[in-house]
């Protein structure tokens, strides 16, 4: 069984910084390298594609985050643990982050259904 647990959320002012963990663990061997993604709610919004990256694939970003958020990935055996580094924060990054794992080589990285492994999510909360 796979298992998705995202940690580091928090409230910050606009300009400042937040670093989000996930750690997936259970994956089988030929799943280990599989690409992750960092996906974002806000209340009354469709969940967003905000950045990805895989053991093979490399880093994509939305535009909006583009030079402001960083996506890295670690691999401990079948244990892989993800990051999003979130600099120069604005109010509108508010929202529920939720850490999304197992998609499928070549499937497109922004469409939520490519991932069947999910966190439960942490918030970030922005103020002006």
């Known amino acids: 069984i796979v298992r998705v647990v995202e940690s580091g959320g928090g409230s910050v002012e606009a300009g400042g910084s937040l670093r989000l963990s996930c750690t997936a663990s259970?994956?089988?061997?030929?799943?280990?390298?599989?690409?992750m993604g960092w996906f974002r709610q806000a209340p009354g919004k469709e969940r967003e594609a905000v950045a990805t990256?895989?053991?093979?694939?490399?880093?994509?970003?939305a535009e909006s985050v583009k030079d402001r958020f960083t996506i890295s990935i670690s691999r401990d055996n079948t244990e892989r643990t993800l990051y999003l580094e979130m600099n120069n924060l604005k109010p509108e990054d508010t929202a529920m982050y939720y850490c999304?794992?197992?998609?499928?080589?070549?499937?497109?990285?922004?469409?939520?259904?490519?991932?069947?492994?999910w966190g439960q999510g942490t918030q970030v909360t922005v103020s002006s």
């Open positions: 990256i895989g053991t093979f694939t490399s880093a994509a970003y």
């Open positions: 259970g994956f089988s061997e030929d799943d280990s390298d599989s690409p």
């Open positions: 999304a794992a197992g998609r499928r080589f070549g499937t497109e990285w922004i469409i939520p259904n490519n991932y069947p492994y």
